[in-house]
């Protein structure tokens, strides 16, 4: 079975301060990994996502994410954020069986920008 | 942009009460799934449909739970007989590409269950 974990259920910060939400899954074979995000009233939005290829991808709105195998981590990135990046944000798993699409949340971080 | 829509955004239902969740998919989506999140908890997976079929169900999805699309816009999700245990928010999300692992999931902005 897949699963997710994510570190840290809320931060804040300052705009400008650089962010990094830990995420880290167990699968035992291939996966494609994701970052969602949701704004206040909104929409799950899909942020970036992993596949395959350079395990540094970078998404949506300045933000990146880095996959690394060895660690099983996909941790996401910003290097100033800003008011409007305050949010929810979920990192997901799919993995590659030969079943359905199914993605495995994890429980999500807060974060919350201080002008 | 075209976006997945639900209705309605808020349910109140008793308790042993049928409800039905609807949701619009993107149009040419082919691959349609039901995620729920209990407040505080994780976003969980239902169901995935593709083809007029269930194509995975999560533990959660038991007898009580339905899906149907009754016509070609429409993606419903029943639940027989409310418990307590159902309160949560519903999603919908659609995808174009049947089993391409690689495809984005659009999601609607879900439906907020509130059983009493």
């Known amino acids: 079975a897949q699963s997710v974990s994510q570190h840290n259920h809320h931060v804040i910060l300052s705009e400008a301060a650089s962010l990094e939400l830990g995420c880290n899954y167990s699968y035992g074979g291939t996966v494609n990994l994701f970052w969602y995000v949701q704004y206040p009233g909104q929409h799950l939005q899909l942020l970036l996502k992993y596949f395959s290829g350079d395990p540094l991808v970078k998404g949506i709105k300045g933000f990146e994410a880095e996959f690394i195998k060895s660690k099983f981590s996909f941790n996401l990135r910003k290097p100033s954020v800003q008011w409007s990046d305050t949010a929810e944000y979920f990192c997901?798993?799919?993995?590659?069986?030969?079943?359905?699409?199914?993605?495995?949340f994890g429980t999500g971080t807060q974060l919350k920008v201080e002008l | 942009e075209p976006e997945v829509t639900q209705t309605p955004s808020h349910q109140v239902t008793q308790m042993g009460q049928e409800v039905i969740l609807r949701c619009v998919p993107i149009?040419?989506?082919?691959?349609f799934y039901w995620y729920r999140q209990i407040l505080g908890q994780k976003v969980e997976f239902l169901v995935s449909?593709?083809?007029?079929?269930?194509?995975?169900k999560s533990e959660i999805f038991d007898d009580q739970f339905s899906v149907e699309r009754p016509d070609g816009s429409n993606f419903t999700l029943k639940i027989r007989s409310t418990k307590l245990e159902d309160s949560a928010m519903y999603f919908c999300a659609s995808s174009l590409k049947p089993g391409q692992l690689w495809d984005e999931q659009f999601f609607g902005p879900g439906t907020r269950l509130t059983v009493l």
């Open positions: 997901a798993v799919n993995g590659i069986t030969g079943g359905g699409n199914k993605l495995t």
């Open positions: 149009s040419n989506h082919l691959y």
């Open positions: 449909f593709y083809n007029n079929e269930i194509s995975e």
